[in-house]
């Protein structure tokens, strides 16, 4: 949000001094060939602006999209593995039960509404809880040639959800570099400042200008939200965990 805010002010800002500028530049600065050659720039200006700004775009939602399918496979494999243990008979079921006080433990600690000052503590403390779970189950010991093969498919589900857990942490992590995003910002900058300088100085152009500058700073927004889809304003959808927890158990 305070990214956001500042390219507002600072694109706005711009446009306004364009304006400014208007009235204190010599009039042969601003005839029709300078507005040629303004515009010229400002159109190469603009498509490097954009293409970068298509590419964060698809870089971010490729991040979300990311953290959005991780937590529908690890809720998928959580059924999964309930089901193996439900299959190797009631010794597991501590485990079984294990397992559902950890859903329950994360979605009660809001695993997807966390500030972001802790953006890397919960998907640690629950990757602790899948060890832990690991553990549980490396204490029993199977009777039969069938508890075996539950046993070790288990283990191997566990592990493929402990793997996961790391990818999500690691992929939450993705930060955009503050050198491309003070770049971006100046370019945008530059445009609003040759937006002003021949636009007209009435109030219906002031609130284009305004608007367009809103527009441009709500993009560099999503895409920093997109960027971090587990907090801010964009989160991710719990509802993968929150719909498997019916399930567990039975």
Request: net charge positive.
């Amino acid at each position: 949000m305070a990214v956001g805010l500042i390219t507002a002010g600072c694109t706005f800002g711009g446009a306004l001094s364009g304006i400014w500028l208007q009235n204190r530049l010599p009039r042969h600065h601003l005839n029709k060939d300078s507005l040629e050659t303004v515009k010229l720039c400002t159109g190469m200006i603009a498509t490097i602006a954009a293409l970068v700004l298509g590419l964060l775009v698809s870089s971010a939602k490729g991040t979300s999209d990311t953290i959005n399918n991780g937590i529908k496979q690890t809720s998928a494999k959580i059924i999964l593995l309930d089901r193996i243990l439900a299959q190797y008979g009631p010794e597991a079921q501590p485990i079984r039960e294990a397992i559902k006080r950890s859903v329950f433990a994360s979605l009660e600690a809001g695993k997807l509404r966390k500030p972001s000052a802790a953006a890397g503590q919960t998907p640690t403390l629950s990757t602790n809880r899948v060890e832990a779970i690991q553990g549980l189950m490396r204490t029993l010991t199977p009777q039969t040639e069938g508890q075996r093969q539950l046993l070790a498919q288990a283990q191997q589900v566990a592990g493929e959800m402990s793997q996961t857990r790391w990818l999500l942490m690691e992929e939450a992590q993705n930060e955009l570099p503050v050198p491309l995003l003070v770049v971006l910002i100046g370019w945008l900058t530059v445009l609003f400042i040759c937006f002003g300088l021949f636009a007209p100085r009435h109030a219906t152009m002031i609130c284009v200008l305004f608007v367009c500058a809103c527009s441009v700073s709500a993009a560099i927004f999503l895409i920093l939200e997109m960027n971090r889809p587990l907090d801010g304003f964009l989160k991710v959808s719990s509802a993968p965990l929150s719909n498997i927890v019916e399930y567990l158990g039975r």
